[in-house]
């Protein structure tokens, strides 16, 4: 199985500011996505980015983008102006064709917003 | 509108009883997934399916099974032999497409009392 990690499992942010939550996997395989989910305390999952290996260029939704380091087998979220609203718990999650379309997750990380 | 959908939301168990949780979708999604939540564990797969009348053990199967007779439904049961059931269960499904994500049910909190 692969592995996910995610190593913080809290992290808080003052409103307006940056947050960067960090996401680490272990794989021999070439082709994959990397998936990061939102889940609020209505606890339903939401995407919020996804990035393909193959691409270089780094994904980018709105506030939220990546940081994608493939060689590194590192894909951090970057939540820019933060707002009360973005507090949840922040799945990281891998998925690839050579592993029978499964989705790993990691572990998941905590983020607090401050007002 | 297209989703997946869980139920119940909450669900009582009494110790040595079966309880199985509904899981339906209108999406056309092949696969569909079980997922055990616990805190601190992120998400657990419990048991997948990519095709009807087909499915996979995931890395917690002990004490669940499942059936996959239409393409729409996925219900999981926990058995009596699940030595702790108490956990919030996700349902979700997705395109055979690596690039398509998983689409997520609201959930059921199971709760042996």
């Known amino acids: 199985a692969q592995t996910v990690t995610q190593s913080q499992p809290e992290m808080s942010v003052q409103e307006a500011e940056t947050v960067t939550l960090s996401c680490t996997y272990d794989?021999?395989?070439?082709?994959?996505?990397l998936f990061w989910y939102k889940q609020p305390p209505s606890r339903q999952m939401i995407l919020v980015i996804r990035?393909?290996?193959?691409?270089?260029q780094n994904a980018t939704e709105n506030r939220f983008s990546v940081n994608f380091q493939k060689a590194a087998k590192s894909f951090s979220l970057k939540i820019s102006d933060s707002q009360l609203g973005d507090a949840a718990m922040y799945f990281c999650?891998?998925?690839?064709?050579?592993?029978?379309?499964?989705?790993?997750f990691g572990t998941g990380t905590s983020l607090t917003v401050i007002p | 509108d297209g989703g997946i959908t869980q139920s119940p939301k909450y669900l009582f168990r009494k110790e040595g009883q079966n309880v199985t949780l509904s899981c339906e979708q209108n999406?056309?999604?092949?696969?569909m997934y079980w997922y055990r939540q616990d805190p601190g564990q992120g998400l657990r797969l419990i048991y997948y399916?990519?095709?009807?009348?087909?499915?996979q053990k995931g890395d917690i199967a002990e004490g669940y099974s499942v059936s996959r007779e239409k393409k729409e439904s996925f219900p999981l049961t926990v058995t009596s032999a699940q030595k702790n059931p108490t956990a919030f269960y996700l349902c979700?499904?997705?395109?055979?497409?690596?690039?398509?994500?998983?689409?997520f049910g609201q959930g059921t909190r199971l709760t042996v009392v």
């Open positions: 999650a891998y998925r690839s064709a050579d592993t029978g379309n499964q989705f790993y």
């Open positions: 990035q393909e290996a193959y691409k270089q």
């Open positions: 399916s990519q095709i009807v009348n087909d499915f």
């Open positions: 794989t021999s395989e070439s082709d994959y996505y």
């Open positions: 979700a499904s997705s395109g055979q497409g690596v690039w398509t994500e998983a689409f």
């Open positions: 999406l056309n999604h092949d696969a």
